[in-house]
């Protein structure tokens, strides 16, 4: 017994026993009534099989009718905001806003109580129609060169039997002149 944790920690201070303690209790009650508290503790997110994709979406961007290639000569920084608005802008045109549906998800009627504020921070129409000429400022800015065109293109692929890349289709998402 003397030899436990939290017998050192009471021994030590009584309020971080006491915080530990709550702290504890709080993440087990939650954990047990499957709310996530902190991804830290949330086991169900460490126990499932990863299944591998049948179809892969991978964006095809032109810029003045060259391919942008971001696999390659960027930072990790860079090509993270080369695509992951690409990928948001296109759940929006093609959706709805995946932000509004996770937090409808998560609150179920509160969402009513916090609808005005979510209504700040959420992408309205105004964003979404100004969102390819910030991509044109922000293409322009990564590659260094001045942009008079661009074409974004979202393409679902797949590997064949012979483990080649075929392109299953090709979405048109951005073509600005």
Request: proline share 4%; with cysteine.
């Amino acid at each position: 017994m003397r030899q436990l944790f939290l017998y050192k920690v009471y021994l030590f201070n009584k309020k971080l026993f006491l915080f530990f303690t709550i702290f504890a209790g709080f993440t087990l009650i939650c954990n047990l009534t499957g709310n996530e508290v902190t991804p830290f503790y949330v086991w169900g997110m460490y126990s499932e099989n990863e299944v591998a994709p049948k179809e892969y979406e991978i964006f095809k961007v032109t810029e003045n009718d060259h391919l942008v290639d971001y696999s390659t000569g960027f930072l990790p920084a860079n090509r993270f905001f080369l695509l992951s608005p690409l990928t948001y802008y296109f759940q929006i045109k093609n959706y709805e806003d995946p932000t509004r549906n996770f937090l409808q998800k998560k609150l179920n009627e509160n969402f009513s109580l916090v609808e005005p504020y979510a209504n700040i921070v959420l992408n309205s129409s105004n964003e979404f129609k100004e969102f390819p000429f910030w991509y044109r400022r922000y293409l322009q800015q990564t590659t260094g060169e001045l942009v008079s065109n661009y074409r974004v293109e979202l393409l679902k692929t797949s590997y064949d039997k012979n483990n080649l890349i075929k392109v299953n289709s090709a979405y048109i998402l951005i073509n600005e002149k």
